[in-house]
C-alpha cells in the first residue's frame, strides 16, 4: 500500500486564540515558515476538540485527541496526575490531586506552602502517620504538588474539593451526589485531611521553616476527584506503537494511562523558557522506534492565561524554529494542533475551535498559504470533532475499520 | 411552492480517491465537461457516508444513502443479496451469500468451482434433498453465486462464515456470540454444508463435469450472516415513488428491501465495460413515472480495487459522457456522489469523505468550478454525514418535517 506508516501528532497547549487586533491572533502574527510549509502541502481544517462552545480541559482534549471519549472515561483530572508520579493506579480508584499549602485557624494562608521545593520527608509522614478506614496511597510531586489515591469498593467521585482554590477556609468535602459511596469518600477525605494536618503541623521540617520565617506546609489541599478509567491501551485499539514526549504531568499521565512510552526530555519545564529542542530531538529518536508520537509543546498556554500576546506570538515563532529540526517527511503523517483556544481576551480556555493541519501522503492537500485559525476555517477537512482525528489518521494509514462489505 | 419536484441519486461507486500523483485525484484528472457544469450551477459538499475515518461498505453506505440508519438495520451483506435474487425474505430470517464451491478432502480447491456458469439442476437437488430442523430457502444465482436463507425463532447472525475466503479449508461455523440463538443457527448451517456435500458429490451434473475434465460444485461455501431488517417502505418514509438502476446485486437487493422498483439493464454488469448507456436510458425514462431514482454505476471501484489510476479515470470519464444524456432540469434535484472512497493507492476502500454535488432549484450554488474532492471540500454543503443527505434533500423538495411550531 503507497501510505504513511507513521503518525506524528504536535499539540501546541492553547495556542489557538481569537484576533486581539487588527483580526490578528498569535498565529497569525508570528513568523512560522516551518508551519506554513506543512500547511502549504498539506490540508487544513478546524475541530472542536470536545464540541462547539465547549472550552476543553487539558485533559479531555488529549484524551479525545487521543480516541478516547471523554464523556466515557472522564470523571476528574486526579488520575492522570497520580499515573504521572508513578502511582500504579487501577480502574475503581479515586484519585486527586493534592497541593502542600500553609493552614493557620482553618483558613489557607499559602496554597503553595510558600512554594515548598522538597516534600518527601513531610511525604513520608503522612504515609507512615495517617490512617483511614480505607486502603490509600500518598506520594510527593514537583514542588508543592501531590497526589492521594484511595483504594477498595464503594467509592465515588462525586465529592467537593478541599482545596478553596483561592486561599480563603480549607474546605470540609461534601458529597455532590446521593448515596453511601460518596458520603463515604468524603469522609475518608476529611478524615485524611484532619490527620493530616495533625501531623505535620509540629513537624520538624515545618518547625525549622518556621524558625527560618518561612511558611510551614502543614495541610494538604486536594482538587479533581476522578475515578480511574480502565482506557483500552492505545496499541491495542490501533496497533501503533505509541510514545510520549511531554513536560506536563497530566499529558505524561494520560500517555502513561494509555500505555505509551513516556521519553523525558531535560530541561522541559512546561513554561515558555521550556527546552524544546530537546523535545524535538526526542521526537527524531522516538520515531524510529515508535509508530505514533504525541509531542506535547505547553508554553503558549501560560502566555495566552497571562494575557500576553507578544509573549505567545513570539513563543510560538520559537516552536516553529525547534519544530524546523523534525526529521519527518511524505511517510510520516505530521499533525499540528491545539488542544484548545486560550483565548489572551480571556486568560481562559475558550469553547472556539482549534486549528489543524495534516501532513503526509494520501492527503488531499488544499494549498492554502500558511498556518493560522483563518486558513484553517477554508481547509479541506472542513470542520471535524476532536474524537474523530484519531480515525481519520488510522484511516490514512490504510488501517480503517470498515463498517459493512 | 417553487422547489424541484424529483430526485435523481447518482451514485458513482468508489470513485472518490486520494491524490495519487501531482495531487491528482481520477475525479481531478479525467475530463468531466458534464459534472462540472452541474458543479457550477449547483452546491458542493464533502460527506462522511458513515463517520469520519470510517471506511463504509457498500451495502452501508446505500443505506445511510437512502437514510436508514445502517447502526440500527444492517448487521451483514446477506439479506440484501438474498433479496436480489428474488427470495422474499422476512424480517428475523438470517440470510446469507453464498458460492458454489469445489471442495477436495475437506479442502477447497477452488471457490467459484471454476467458474461454473449453470447451477439450477444442482441447486433443486438442494432444495429436494436437503433437510434441516429449520425451514430454508436456497436459491442459485448468476454464474457460481447463491442466496441462503434460514427461517423461523431463535436464530442468530453471529456466526462465523463456512467460507474460508481464500482456498484453504472448508471451515465450520462457530457462533460468535453467547446464547442458544447462535449455537442453534451454527448448528443448522454446519449441517446445511455436510448434507450439501452429500447430495452434490456424486450428483450427474458434478460427474459429467469431472469427465470433462472440469471442476465438480460439490460444496456451498456461506459468508456474509445477516438478520433482515424490516426497512420502512421508503415511498411510506419519503412519499416518493422509488426506483433502483444497478447492476450489483447489493444495491438491487438494497433496493428491493426498501421497497424501490427495480429497473433492469441489459449488459449492465458492474464492471469497467458495463452499459452506461442503457442505464442513462432507463433512468430518463424511470424520471417519468417515479419520483426519486437511484443508479448506481459501478466500475470506478472496481478500477481502485486494481489499483488502476488511468482505467478508474477513463471510466470517469465515459460516465461523464453517459451522464451528458441524462433529461434533466431544474425540476429535478440531481446528486452526484460516490458511496466511498476506493483509494487507488490503498486499493481497499477507505475513510475519506466523499464529493458530493447537488443541482436543482433552491440549492444554494457555490459557483465552485468543477467537481472533484478539492472544489468539494471548499463547498457551501460543508462536510455532512451520508444519514444526513437525504433529509436535506427532501426538505429542499419542500417536505421537510418540521420539528416543533
Given at each position: 500500500?503507497?501510505?504513511?506508516?507513521?503518525?506524528?501528532?504536535?499539540?501546541?497547549?492553547?495556542?489557538?486564540?481569537?484576533?486581539?487586533?487588527?483580526?490578528?491572533?498569535p498565529?497569525?502574527?508570528?513568523?512560522?515558515?516551518?508551519?506554513?510549509?506543512?500547511?502549504?502541502?498539506?490540508?487544513?481544517?478546524?475541530?472542536?476538540?470536545?464540541?462547539?462552545?465547549?472550552?476543553?480541559?487539558?485533559?479531555?482534549?488529549?484524551?479525545?485527541?487521543?480516541?478516547?471519549?471523554p464523556?466515557?472515561?472522564?470523571?476528574?483530572?486526579g488520575?492522570?496526575?497520580?499515573?504521572?508520579?508513578?502511582?500504579?493506579?487501577?480502574?475503581?480508584?479515586?484519585?486527586?490531586?493534592?497541593?502542600?499549602?500553609?493552614?493557620?485557624?482553618?483558613?489557607?494562608?499559602d496554597?503553595?506552602?510558600?512554594?515548598?521545593?522538597?516534600?518527601?520527608?513531610l511525604?513520608e509522614?503522612?504515609?507512615?502517620?495517617?490512617?483511614?478506614?480505607?486502603?490509600?496511597?500518598?506520594?510527593?510531586?514537583?514542588?508543592h504538588?501531590?497526589?492521594?489515591?484511595?483504594?477498595?469498593?464503594?467509592?465515588?467521585?462525586?465529592?467537593?474539593?478541599?482545596?478553596?482554590?483561592?486561599?480563603?477556609?480549607?474546605?470540609?468535602?461534601?458529597?455532590?451526589?446521593?448515596?453511601?459511596?460518596?458520603?463515604?469518600?468524603?469522609?475518608?477525605?476529611?478524615?485524611?485531611?484532619?490527620?493530616?494536618?495533625?501531623?505535620?503541623?509540629?513537624?520538624?521540617?515545618?518547625?525549622?521553616?518556621?524558625?527560618?520565617?518561612?511558611?510551614?506546609?502543614?495541610?494538604?489541599?486536594?482538587?479533581?476527584?476522578?475515578?480511574?478509567?480502565?482506557?483500552?491501551p492505545?496499541?491495542?485499539?490501533?496497533?501503533?506503537?505509541?510514545?510520549?514526549?511531554?513536560?506536563?504531568?497530566?499529558?505524561?499521565?494520560?500517555?502513561?494511562?494509555?500505555?505509551?512510552?513516556?521519553?523525558?526530555?531535560?530541561?522541559?519545564?512546561?513554561?515558555?523558557?521550556?527546552n524544546?529542542?530537546?523535545?524535538?530531538?526526542?521526537?527524531?529518536?522516538?520515531?524510529?522506534?515508535?509508530?505514533?508520537?504525541?509531542?506535547?509543546?505547553?508554553?503558549?498556554?501560560?502566555?495566552?492565561?497571562?494575557?500576553?500576546?507578544?509573549?505567545?506570538?513570539?513563543?510560538?515563532?520559537?516552536?516553529?524554529?525547534?519544530?524546523?529540526?523534525?526529521?519527518?517527511?511524505e511517510?510520516?503523517?505530521?499533525?499540528?494542533?491545539?488542544?484548545?483556544?486560550?483565548?489572551?481576551?480571556?486568560?481562559?480556555?475558550?469553547?472556539?475551535?482549534?486549528?489543524?493541519?495534516?501532513?503526509?501522503?494520501?492527503?488531499?492537500?488544499?494549498?492554502?498559504?500558511?498556518?493560522?485559525?483563518?486558513?484553517?476555517?477554508?481547509g479541506?477537512?472542513?470542520?471535524?470533532?476532536?474524537?474523530?482525528?484519531l480515525?481519520?489518521?488510522?484511516?490514512?494509514?490504510?488501517?480503517?475499520?470498515?463498517?459493512?462489505?
Amino acid at each position: 500500500m503507497d501510505v504513511a506508516s507513521k503518525i506524528l501528532l504536535v499539540v501546541l497547549d492553547g495556542a489557538a486564540d481569537r484576533p486581539t487586533f487588527e483580526n490578528k491572533t498569535p498565529f497569525r502574527s508570528a513568523s512560522l515558515p516551518f508551519l506554513d510549509q506543512l500547511a502549504r502541502e498539506g490540508i487544513l481544517g478546524i475541530m472542536d476538540v470536545i464540541g462547539p462552545g465547549t472550552p476543553p480541559g487539558s485533559d479531555t482534549a488529549h484524551l479525545s485527541l487521543l480516541g478516547y471519549s471523554p464523556k466515557d472515561v472522564y470523571s476528574g483530572r486526579g488520575p492522570f496526575e497520580a499515573a504521572e508520579v508513578g502511582i500504579d493506579v487501577k480502574p475503581g480508584d479515586i484519585a486527586f490531586r493534592g497541593n502542600f499549602a500553609t493552614v493557620k485557624d482553618g483558613r489557607v494562608v499559602d496554597r503553595r506552602a510558600g512554594r515548598i521545593s522538597d516534600t518527601h520527608l513531610l511525604a513520608e509522614a503522612i504515609r507512615k502517620q495517617v490512617h483511614l478506614d480505607a486502603e490509600f496511597i500518598f506520594k510527593e510531586s514537583a514542588g508543592h504538588r501531590a497526589a492521594f489515591v484511595l483504594r477498595g469498593g464503594g467509592l465515588s467521585p462525586s465529592i467537593t474539593d478541599t482545596d478553596p482554590h483561592r486561599a480563603s477556609a480549607l474546605l470540609q468535602s461534601k458529597p455532590t451526589a446521593a448515596g453511601a459511596p460518596a458520603e463515604k469518600t468524603a469522609k475518608l477525605v476529611n478524615d485524611f485531611t484532619r490527620q493530616v494536618c495533625e501531623t505535620l503541623n509540629d513537624h520538624p521540617v515545618n518547625r525549622k521553616r518556621v524558625e527560618a520565617g518561612e511558611l510551614p506546609a502543614n495541610a494538604i489541599l486536594l482538587r479533581g476527584a476522578g475515578a480511574v478509567p480502565h482506557l483500552v491501551p492505545f496499541e491495542k485499539r490501533t496497533g501503533l506503537k505509541a510514545a510520549v514526549i511531554a513536560a506536563t504531568a497530566l499529558v505524561i499521565g494520560i500517555g502513561k494511562l494509555a500505555g505509551m512510552d513516556y521519553v523525558p526530555t531535560v530541561g522541559a519545564t512546561g513554561h515558555v523558557d521550556s527546552n524544546i529542542d530537546g523535545k524535538v530531538t526526542n521526537v527524531n529518536n522516538a520515531l524510529k522506534t515508535h509508530s505514533f508520537v504525541l509531542l506535547n509543546i505547553k508554553g503558549a498556554d501560560e502566555a495566552g492565561h497571562d494575557g500576553d500576546f507578544n509573549a505567545k506570538t513570539q513563543f510560538l515563532a520559537r516552536v516553529d524554529t525547534a519544530l524546523s529540526r523534525l526529521e519527518i517527511d511524505e511517510s510520516t503523517l505530521t499533525v499540528i494542533t491545539a488542544d484548545h483556544t486560550t483565548a489572551v481576551g480571556v486568560r481562559e480556555h475558550s469553547g472556539d475551535p482549534v486549528p489543524f493541519l495534516v501532513h503526509g501522503k494520501g492527503v488531499r492537500a488544499d494549498q492554502l498559504n500558511g498556518f493560522d485559525e483563518f486558513f484553517a476555517a477554508q481547509g479541506g477537512m472542513n470542520r471535524i470533532r476532536g474524537i474523530d482525528l484519531l480515525p481519520v489518521l488510522i484511516d490514512l494509514l490504510g488501517k480503517g475499520q470498515k463498517f459493512g462489505a
